[in-house]
């Protein structure tokens, strides 16, 4: 939810956390010695196994909301205020302890022997094949890493939030905790009327974006220009991925098919439809559609079976989190 | 004033710039005062679009969100987006229209309790029982939800009570505490009944006889913006 709101081009930075979050990251947390958590809530999908989350660590809690405070992870020290006025003056008593930063370089060094170990990885797509992963850089290419993009829930979503590369605050909206099917699009209309002059993206699964299509007339009636990037799997891929690994694939009305037509939808709204079904052509197919000044669907037809890696299994501690295979077929 | 045209007045005090939503039976009053709102209002196709426009809105702008329904169905279509903007604290105001005051409670044509049915999934939420409520229901609602931990505040108010003719008075008492003591000189005074657009005195349903006064920033508690308990 928050990504942005600290650079991912930073240095310190070392991706998101949780379930699909960043071997890095989730290691990080299990070894800390120190959690400072602002304004965030420790989901289950944040945590992993509640019970072996962060083992060593002592915990600093800031949130405005007292309930947050010790709700699902025990705080050492507990700071009830606006992260706004907290931090400043947090960082100037820390500063006026004048530590020794080197003390931290081992640390440091450990973290980017783990990066470079475990970095966010996947298999190219070959013969133009479209890979999920692929389609989020090229839609930062398209867009420069400078859009308010809007998510769906999914797989598309995560692979949103590990490769898109967020740099500023409220650029990422998402259904982050109740988890809205469908909230992409109407999200995408109303940052648009708020931002008119910012690129508003809606990255949409073909499970999601049916759930609220008819908002596709509002954009034409109303003249709200978004841009719907469709990641088009075939599939309510998440739920199909986990049938796969955990049902023992088992797939279980998870097949949306090849219905609808999204080009001729969008068309029928009197929106402007377009189609990528090669990687060679997809950003400059983005880049058409941002410059298109109406509303705009690009079916993007993606690989239909990948999954979204490294992932926690549900259950499991966030120390087993599981990579991406290499050199599998999918 | 008629109470639809003071809630657009109280709207446009708080600054809002663009709402969100769909009109029906029990929010006539409301969309017949739109056509003249100083806003932008952005007709969308279902409810639930409408209530997660209006996040997008506030997350995009750190502004509040506003979206409005109708009674019954258009308001338990906006239940989802409620609960969203509850689960990840985006400030948004929710206004629904509710049937006549004499037929809550008789399964009446397009009635929902939706106050009821969204309570875990609010920040406050307000039943309007008086028409001299809605301008400081709608400051108090903004103020709710934007302030603290941001989530959304739902007002419902019933048709008759929006088509009521009442005296605006601009709501000019912050809503920050601490409150003025209770000298104010509405809060001395008898209430007044409202007028019905037919002129016929309302007795509705949810006042005594003697209608209730309009909650005061003079006279009143703050609402209490607990969240529900959780675990």
């Known amino acids: 939810m928050g990504l942005g709101s600290f650079p991912s081009t930073h240095e310190h930075w070392l991706g998101m956390l949780g379930m699909h979050g960043t071997w890095t990251a989730n290691h990080a947390m299990d070894k800390a010695d120190l959690i400072v958590c602002i ?254 000044d109406g509303p705009v669907l690009l079916d993007v037809r993606v690989a239909r079976e990948e999954n979204c890696y490294p992932m926690i299994p549900p259950g499991n501690a966030a120390r087993d989190m599981v990579e991406a295979p290499r050199g599998a077929v999918s | 004033m008629r109470a639809a045209d003071t809630l657009m007045e109280s709207l446009k005090a708080e600054g809002v710039k663009d709402v969100f939503g769909i009109p029906g039976g029990a929010n006539l009053p409301t969309y017949d005062a739109m056509v003249d709102a100083e806003f932008r209002h952005v007709q969308v196709r279902h409810e639930q679009g409408g209530g997660h426009a209006a996040e997008g809105y506030a997350q995009a702008s750190g502004r509040v969100g506003v979206a409005f329904a109708t009674s019954g169905p258009g308001a338990t279509n906006l239940v989802t987006a409620i609960a969203d903007a509850m689960m990840d604290s985006v400030p948004t105001v929710f206004i629904t229209g509710q049937v006549r005051t004499e037929l809550i409670g008789t399964d009446g044509f397009q009635e929902a309790d939706i106050l009821g049915a969204t309570l875990p999934f609010v920040k406050h939420s307000f039943a309007v029982t008086d028409p001299r409520q809605i301008p400081e229901y709608v400051h108090e609602a903004f103020h709710l939800a934007s302030t603290g931990r941001p989530g959304p505040v739902l007002l419902d108010i019933p048709m008759d009570l929006s088509r009521a003719d009442i005296d605006y008075e601009p709501r000019t008492c912050p809503a920050t505490s601490p409150r003025p003591r209770a000298t104010s000189s509405r809060s001395g005074s008898p209430p007044k009944r409202w007028r019905t657009p037919a002129g016929r005195s309302s007795t509705p349903a949810a006042a005594s006889s003697t209608p209730t006064p309009p909650r005061s920033c003079a006279s009143s508690p703050a609402p209490t913006a607990s969240r529900s308990p959780r675990r």
């Open chain 1, 39 to 292: 304004g965030a809530r420790f989901d289950d999908r944040i945590t992993g196994k509640l019970d072996e989350f962060a083992p060593h660590a002592k915990v600093i809690h800031i949130d405005i909301d007292p309930a947050e405070i010790s709700k699902n992870v025990g705080a050492h020290i507990p700071i009830v205020g606006d992260a706004k006025q907290v931090l400043p003056k947090l960082t100037r008593e820390y500063r006026a302890l004048q530590t020794d930063s080197s003390r931290l370089d081992d640390w440091w060094n450990t973290l980017r022997g783990w990066q470079d170990a475990h970095p966010l990885y996947y298999e190219a797509g070959e013969n133009g094949e479209i890979k999920p992963q692929f389609m989020i850089e090229a839609m930062h290419r398209a867009t420069q890493g400078d859009a308010i993009i809007t998510s769906d829930v999914g797989q598309h979503q995560m692979w949103t939030a590990q490769y898109y590369g967020f740099d500023k605050p409220r650029r990422w909206i998402n259904s982050g905790g109740l988890g809205t099917m469908g909230f992409g699009l109407p999200s995408a209309i109303g940052a648009k009327v708020a931002c008119p002059d910012e690129q508003v993206v809606c990255i949409a699964g073909d499970g999601s974006l049916i759930m609220n299509i008819q908002e596709m007339a509002t954009c034409v009636s109303e003249n709200v220009p978004v841009k719907v990037f469709l990641m088009n799997n075939g599939y309510m891929g998440m739920v199909r991925q986990w049938q796969e690994l955990f049902w023992d694939r088992r797939y279980s009305s998870v097949d949306m098919g090849s219905s609808p037509d999204w080009v001729k939808l969008a068309e029928a709204f009197g929106a402007k439809g377009m189609r990528a079904e090669n990687s060679a052509d997809l950003e400059e197919q983005m880049v058409a559609a941002l410059e298109h």
